[in-house]
C-alpha cells in the first residue's frame, strides 16, 4: 500500500508545501494552508498517457454549432447567447441565492427538446420534486442523486445528456484521492476530470460552486481556470431581486449582466432592469442623480444618492455601497482643486440605488454632481441623465459607447443629457438635448444654470 502522510495545502491556489507556515510559498496569500493527507504518488516508471497528434491550424475544419437556449433571456444574455456544446459553467452565489432554482428551471425548459440530466449531492429526489412542483415545472427531468464522481460519469455515459447540472462540485468526490469531498484536491481533481469529459463527449456542464464568506468560489483559484465560464449570483437574500453576473466568458462578453426577480414560481427575467434602478421620489431631493452606466453590453440607468453632513469627528466619513471608496476620495479631491468646493468636514456618504456594483469610471462625473447637489441643497432635474469620466487635471474624459448610452436615456424618457464632449452624437436624437462638457469646471457651471 502506498505510504500516505500529511501536507498542507494551499486554498487559494492548490501549492503544497510539507510544514504549515502564515504564508502560502506559492502564492504568498496568509492564513491559507490547511492540513491534509497525503495522496499516494504514481510509480516512477510509470507509462504515460499518449501524446496527441500535432496539426496545422490551416487543417483545421472549425465548425459552428448553434447555442442552445435555456428559455431564460436574462440567463442566457449573461451566456453570451446561450449554452455552447461542450463547455462548462460554473456558477457560484451565497446559500439561499437561488443558483438550484435557476438551474432547475432552465433543464426543465429544455429538457423536451434535448436531452438532459440534472446531479444532485446536496439533496435527495424528494427534495428536488417538491421544488419542482412548487414551481410549478410539469417535467420528466432526468435526475440523479449521487456524489461519487465514478458512478457520475458512468451514468453521462449511459444516458449521454446534451446538459448536465452538477449540484453542487463541492459535494462531489472521486475514489482515487483519499481526501474529504470539498478538500481543494478534490474538487480540483473533479473538476478536471468533468471538464475532460466534457470536451471530449461535447456535452454542456454546469457546476454549482460554494462560496467563501469574503463573496469568492470555495475551493483553489484554479478552478476558475478549469471552467469556461465563471457566473457569479448577486443580491441580498432579503430582497426579491437577483444579479447574475459573467466574471469570465470564453464564448461571450464579460461583465455581462442579467437581472432575476425571485417569485413563488422561480427566477423571473426582469425586461427593463433600468426601472429598478430607478425607482424615484416624486420630490426633487438635493443629492440625487442619474447616471447612465455599461454593465457588459447593456447599458443601465442607475440613480446615485449622496448624503452630506457636517462631521463632527476629526477625521470625516467617506463611506461607499456599490462604488469604489477609493475612488470618491480621489473625486473630492478634483473637487476641491479643480472645482473649488471643499469637503473636509463633511462627512460624505454615497449610495447606488437598487443594490448594483458600479466599477466603471463613467459614474465619476454623476458622482460628484450628486455631492455638489446635497452639499449646495439644490436638487438636479429629474430629467437630466449624467455619464463621464474625470480625470485628476479635472478634464471629463470620453467613455466607450456612449451613443447607447444617450439612447437608452432617451428611450426611458429623459430629455436632457450631460456627457464628455467627445461623447456628443453626429446626429441629433430625438426628443433629447445633448450638453457636452470638456471640464468639470464647465460641468459645474453648467449645473448652477440648471
Same mark, same amino acid.
Given at each position: 500500500?502506498?505510504?500516505?502522510?500529511?501536507?498542507?495545502?494551499?486554498?487559494?491556489?492548490?501549492?503544497?508545501?510539507?510544514?504549515?507556515?502564515?504564508?502560502?510559498?506559492?502564492?504568498?496569500?496568509?492564513?491559507?494552508?490547511?492540513?491534509?493527507?497525503?495522496?499516494?504518488?504514481?510509480?516512477?516508471?510509470?507509462?504515460?498517457?499518449?501524446?496527441?497528434?500535432?496539426?496545422?491550424?490551416?487543417?483545421?475544419?472549425?465548425?459552428?454549432?448553434?447555442?442552445?437556449?435555456?428559455?431564460?433571456?436574462?440567463?442566457?444574455?449573461?451566456?453570451?447567447?446561450?449554452?455552447?456544446?461542450?463547455?462548462?459553467?460554473?456558477?457560484?452565489?451565497?446559500?439561499?441565492?437561488?443558483?438550484?432554482?435557476?438551474?432547475?428551471?432552465? /433543464?426543465?425548459?429544455?429538457?423536451?427538446?434535448?436531452?438532459?440530466?440534472?446531479?444532485?449531492?446536496?439533496?435527495?429526489?424528494?427534495?428536488?420534486?417538491?421544488?419542482?412542483?412548487?414551481?410549478?415545472?410539469?417535467?420528466?427531468?432526468?435526475?440523479?442523486?449521487?456524489?461519487?464522481?465514478? $458512478?457520475?460519469?458512468?451514468?453521462?455515459?449511459?444516458?449521454?445528456?446534451?446538459?448536465?447540472?452538477?449540484?453542487?462540485?463541492?459535494?462531489?468526490?472521486?475514489?482515487?484521492?483519499?481526501?474529504?469531498?470539498?478538500?481543494?484536491?478534490?474538487?480540483?481533481?473533479?473538476?478536471?476530470?468533468?471538464?475532460?469529459?466534457?470536451?471530449?463527449?461535447?456535452?454542456?456542464? %454546469? /457546476?454549482?460552486?460554494?462560496?467563501?464568506?469574503?463573496?469568492?468560489?470555495?475551493?483553489?483559484?484554479?478552478?476558475?481556470?478549469?471552467?469556461?465560464?465563471?457566473?457569479?449570483?448577486?443580491?441580498?437574500?432579503?430582497?426579491?431581486?437577483?444579479?447574475?453576473?459573467?466574471?469570465?466568458?470564453?464564448?461571450?462578453?464579460?461583465?455581462?449582466?442579467?437581472?432575476?426577480?425571485?417569485?413563488?414560481?422561480?427566477?423571473?427575467?426582469?425586461?427593463?432592469?433600468?426601472?429598478?434602478?430607478?425607482?424615484?421620489?416624486?420630490?426633487?431631493?438635493?443629492?440625487?442623480?442619474?447616471?447612465?452606466?455599461?454593465?457588459?453590453?447593456?447599458?443601465?440607468?442607475?440613480?446615485?444618492?449622496?448624503?452630506?453632513?457636517?462631521?463632527?469627528?476629526?477625521?470625516?466619513?467617506?463611506?461607499?455601497?456599490?462604488?469604489?471608496?477609493?475612488? %470618491?476620495?480621489?473625486?473630492?479631491?478634483? %473637487?476641491?482643486?479643480?472645482?473649488?468646493?471643499?469637503?473636509?468636514?463633511?462627512?460624505?456618504?454615497?449610495?447606488?440605488?437598487?443594490?448594483?456594483?458600479?466599477?466603471?469610471?463613467?459614474?465619476?462625473?454623476?458622482?460628484?454632481?450628486?455631492?455638489?447637489?446635497?452639499?449646495?441643497?439644490?436638487?438636479?432635474?429629474?430629467?437630466?441623465?449624467?455619464?463621464?469620466?474625470?480625470?485628476?487635471?479635472?478634464?471629463?474624459?470620453?467613455?466607450?459607447?456612449?451613443?447607447?448610452?444617450?439612447?437608452?436615456?432617451?428611450?426611458?424618457?429623459?430629455?436632457?443629457?450631460?456627457?464628455?464632449?467627445?461623447?456628443?452624437?453626429?446626429?441629433?436624437?430625438?426628443?433629447?438635448?445633448?450638453?457636452?462638457? $470638456?471640464?468639470?469646471?464647465?460641468?459645474?457651471?453648467?449645473?448652477?444654470?440648471?
Amino acid at each position: 500500500m502506498a505510504k500516505t502522510g500529511t501536507i498542507y495545502v494551499c486554498g487559494q491556489c492548490g501549492g503544497q508545501t510539507s510544514k504549515w507556515q502564515g504564508q502560502c510559498p506559492h502564492c504568498l496569500a496568509w492564513n491559507t494552508l490547511t492540513e491534509s493527507a497525503r495522496e499516494a504518488k504514481p510509480g516512477r516508471f510509470q507509462a504515460l498517457a499518449a501524446s496527441g497528434e500535432v496539426v496545422r491550424l490551416s487543417t483545421v475544419q472549425a465548425r459552428e454549432t448553434p447555442r442552445l437556449a435555456t428559455g431564460l433571456a436574462e440567463f442566457d444574455r449573461v451566456l453570451g447567447g446561450g449554452l455552447v456544446a461542450g463547455g462548462v459553467v460554473l456558477i457560484g452565489g451565497d446559500p439561499g441565492i437561488g443558483k438550484s432554482t435557476l438551474l432547475l428551471q432552465a /433543464l426543465a425548459a429544455i429538457a423536451g427538446a434535448t436531452r438532459a440530466l440534472y446531479v444532485s449531492g446536496e439533496e435527495s429526489a424528494d427534495q428536488i420534486a417538491l421544488r419542482a412542483r412548487r414551481l410549478g415545472l410539469e417535467t420528466d427531468l432526468p435526475l440523479l442523486t449521487e456524489i461519487r464522481l465514478e $458512478a457520475i460519469l458512468a451514468t453521462l455515459a449511459a444516458e449521454r445528456p446534451e446538459v448536465a447540472v452538477i449540484d453542487s462540485i463541492q459535494t462531489v468526490y472521486t475514489e482515487n484521492l483519499q481526501s474529504a469531498p470539498g478538500s481543494v484536491a478534490q474538487v480540483r481533481e473533479c473538476a478536471q476530470t468533468l471538464t475532460r469529459h466534457a470536451k471530449q463527449a461535447g456535452i454542456t456542464i %454546469l /457546476l454549482v460552486g460554494h462560496v467563501t464568506k469574503e463573496g469568492t468560489l470555495a475551493g483553489p483559484r484554479v478552478l476558475e481556470h478549469i471552467v469556461d465560464t465563471v457566473l457569479y449570483f448577486e443580491g441580498d437574500t432579503g430582497s426579491s431581486f437577483r444579479l447574475i453576473r459573467a466574471f469570465k466568458n470564453r464564448y461571450g462578453a464579460v461583465n455581462e449582466l442579467g437581472v432575476f426577480a425571485m417569485t413563488d414560481k422561480g427566477l423571473k427575467g426582469v425586461a427593463n432592469p433600468s426601472a429598478l434602478f430607478l425607482n424615484r421620489d416624486e420630490r426633487d431631493a438635493p443629492g440625487s442623480c442619474v447616471v447612465v452606466a455599461l454593465e457588459g453590453t447593456r447599458p443601465l440607468l442607475v440613480e446615485i444618492q449622496a448624503l452630506l453632513d457636517e462631521s463632527r469627528a476629526p477625521s470625516p466619513r467617506r463611506l461607499t455601497v456599490g462604488l469604489d471608496g477609493n475612488r %470618491l476620495a480621489m473625486l473630492l479631491a478634483v %473637487l476641491h482643486r479643480h472645482g473649488g468646493i471643499a469637503c473636509q468636514d463633511q462627512d460624505v456618504f454615497v449610495n447606488a440605488v437598487g443594490g448594483v456594483r458600479i466599477a466603471e469610471p463613467a459614474a465619476d462625473l454623476a458622482v460628484l454632481l450628486a455631492v455638489v447637489s446635497s452639499l449646495r441643497g439644490r436638487p438636479i432635474p429629474r430629467e437630466l441623465a449624467v455619464f463621464g469620466e474625470v480625470g485628476l487635471a479635472g478634464e471629463i474624459r470620453p467613455v466607450q459607447r456612449g451613443q447607447e448610452r444617450l439612447k437608452e436615456a432617451a428611450k426611458l424618457g429623459f430629455t436632457r443629457a450631460l456627457c464628455p464632449r467627445a461623447n456628443l452624437p453626429k446626429s441629433r436624437i430625438a426628443g433629447m438635448e445633448v450638453i457636452g462638457v $470638456a471640464s468639470l469646471s464647465e460641468a459645474l457651471d453648467r449645473f448652477r444654470s440648471f
